[in-house]
């Protein structure tokens, strides 16, 4: 369905083109936030998927065949704002890399193909999911439907775009029957498949489904003293902190490798993983929404618990800088180093 | 989709073409073709003039015809549009060889079919010349978001990777004995295509990782000084220029 070049007159093919970006433009806003915690490369593996799975044909009928769009798909995998981008790469690379789709026509084709698609396909997903029982199965039914509709409409949308700046005046009746029709036989593939690869990831890795992330069951923690406490797994939890603040931490303590604190420096992430595994914030990191990743851990116990793992790291720091400090007081060359570190304590813990 | 998914339809001929920047060769065409698009369908010769125009730079790239023209078969759903239009379409009617045809859906089909042709040469002499690394290069260049690029060049270098991991899964299921049934067949595709997702994601995660771990910051580094000269803009310019030209004459001949 890549519209090519001259399809489309140039006036339409340019407020599409706008449209395309501006879509585009809102979506790298929201998924920044996305896409700073899981970075591009996992956005790029989405995009790759995508397009192998479209080289897969199925058979529609009368000789014919159709394949994936992908829209609805991604949008029930990876979220509506990164799938918007995942599919606008997909189209970009055959367009510019494969001739497939016009070079005009490049916003008339992520227009209709990838703003469409992600958008009926994740509206009518998380529609259904309001309706259908709260479980995390629902999602493939949910998803199945926004992909069978996905398709139509977005036939629907290019019959409307003909309509504005086709070059032939033809009964647009029938051309939105035609293409309705036909993209209906095509969205049924779509939807089998959606279900099918839905069903599959909801199997081993329901926790990579983000139009599913509220339908998690809460966690239950256990404490050492047997008490049990409830969170919630969907709780957006930056796996990452701020640039700035993590910037200043990684100069901290580079500063303090780096220096003739080189020997004592190791009391430090010792200190930081104690608090950590203590803390026992693994678990809850490895089903949250950014997926579990030693990192997202490491972020959670930084976080959630700041004060008291700086009290805790403080502490064993200290009484590892006095053990060591002692040893190394007799060189007296050292004295200045001591203070040093002594001063820069409370800003490593 | 021929050759190498991560080479696109690259064809390495070392023509002048080829070491032209991405970036000018990006928005010379895409000016083309606009220019093309452009043009009233019944200016038939401007449409041979573009055509000539482009054979021209076809030769100069060094291409071999063969692979230009397989390419073309991208559009065949629009060319079989192209043909129902004289039929479907409303408006006067004239007699074509004894049958009734609409004016308008003859003169509609030629234009759907004369353009999409064109541009689909364009995109060809666009993607035969220049590699996917140049392509990115020159996109940043002209300011395409640097996250956009970055999940581009990503897809770019993976997705070898990932079709690779398909095929094998599909050599793997097809010599355990797969249903050869078609629903049997798309039950399994399917499911595959599951396991493929989750595979992707997860080497997307350690990827990331890895980038981390090697001191990524959130931006990339230049992908290299491939600045175009404004020798390089004025050879590349004159190629929509000269269209340029040619739309407005024939604009006015109407």
Request: hydrophobic letters at 50%; a positive charge.
């Amino acid at each position: 369905m890549h519209v090519p070049d001259g399809f489309l007159d140039v006036p339409t093919s340019i407020a599409t083109g706008a449209l395309a970006a501006g879509a585009v433009g809102v979506s790298l806003q929201r998924a920044n936030r996305e896409i700073r915690e899981t970075g591009p490369a996992l956005a790029g593996l989405t995009a790759a998927f995508v397009f192998a799975v479209q080289m897969v044909n199925f058979p529609v009928g009368a000789g014919t065949s159709g394949h994936l769009l992908g829209g609805a798909l991604a949008a029930a995998l990876v979220g509506p704002w990164t799938g918007v981008l995942v599919m606008t790469v997909v189209l970009l690379v055959q367009g510019l890399l494969f001739a497939d789709g016009g070079l005009t026509a490049l916003g008339t084709n992520i227009t209709l193909m990838g703003v469409v698609t992600v958008v009926v396909g994740y509206v009518v997903t998380r529609a259904a999911l309001t309706v259908l029982p709260r479980r995390i199965g629902s999602v493939v039914p949910s998803a199945a439907t926004g992909a069978l509709l996905s398709v139509p409409l977005s036939a629907l949308a290019f019959t409307g775009l003909y309509a504005a700046g086709g070059s032939v005046d033809i009964p647009l009746g029938k051309l939105a029957a035609t293409m309705v029709g036909w993209h209906l036989l095509i969205g049924i593939g779509e939807a089998v498949i959606t279900a099918a690869v839905l069903g599959a990831v909801v199997a081993t890795r329901p926790d990579l489904v983000y139009a599913a992330r509220h339908l998690r069951q809460d966690l239950v923690l256990v404490d050492e003293q047997g008490r049990t406490s409830t969170v919630a797994p969907d709780r957006p939890v930056p796996a990452v902190r701020p640039a700035g603040r993590s910037l200043s931490y990684g100069l901290a303590i580079t500063l303090l490798i780096a220096g003739v604190l080189s020997l004592f420096a190791s009391a430090h992430p010792d200190g930081l993983e104690f608090v950590g595994e203590k803390l026992g914030f693994g678990g809850s990191a490895k089903d949250s929404a950014t997926a579990g990743s030693p990192f997202a851990d490491y972020g959670v116990s930084w976080i959630g618990n700041e004060q008291l793992a700086g009290a805790l790291a403080g502490i064993l720091g200290v009484l590892v800088t006095i053990g060591v400090g002692l040893a190394v007081a007799k060189l007296s060359s050292l004295r200045k180093a001591n203070r040093a570190e002594r001063e820069s304590e409370p800003s490593g813990a | 989709v021929t050759g190498h998914p991560a080479e696109g339809l690259y064809v390495s001929t070392g023509s002048p073409l080829h070491r032209l920047p991405a970036q000018v060769k990006l928005v010379a065409l895409t000016a083309f073709v606009l220019c093309v698009v452009a043009t009233p369908a019944t200016a038939f010769w401007a449409f041979g003039v573009y055509a000539v125009g482009l054979a021209g730079l076809i030769t100069i790239a060094k291409l071999p015809p063969a692979t230009v023209l397989r390419r073309l078969t991208v559009e065949l759903p629009f060319v079989v549009f192209a043909l129902l239009l004289p039929f479907v379409a409303t408006g006067p009617r004239i007699e074509v060889l004894g049958v009734a045809m609409s004016e308008g859906g003859l003169i509609g089909g030629w234009n759907v079919l004369a353009k999409g042709t064109l541009g689909v040469l364009a995109a060809v002499l666009l993607s035969a010349s220049t590699t996917p690394r140049e392509l990115l290069t020159g996109l940043e260049r002209l300011r395409l978001p640097a996250v956009l690029v970055a999940i581009l060049s990503f897809m770019i270098r993976y997705v070898s990777v990932v079709s690779g991991d398909l095929q094998r899964m599909r050599i793997a299921r097809e010599s355990r004995g797969a249903p050869a049934g078609r629903t049997g067949q798309l039950r399994a595709v399917a499911t595959g295509a599951g396991a493929l997702f989750v595979r992707s994601y997860e080497r997307g995660e350690r990827v990331h990782l890895a980038m981390l771990a090697r001191g990524y910051t959130g931006t990339m580094p230049a992908l290299g000084h491939t600045g175009a000269t404004g020798s390089d803009w004025a050879r590349g310019m004159t190629v929509p220029l000269a269209a340029l030209l040619v739309t407005i004459t024939a604009r006015f001949l109407r």
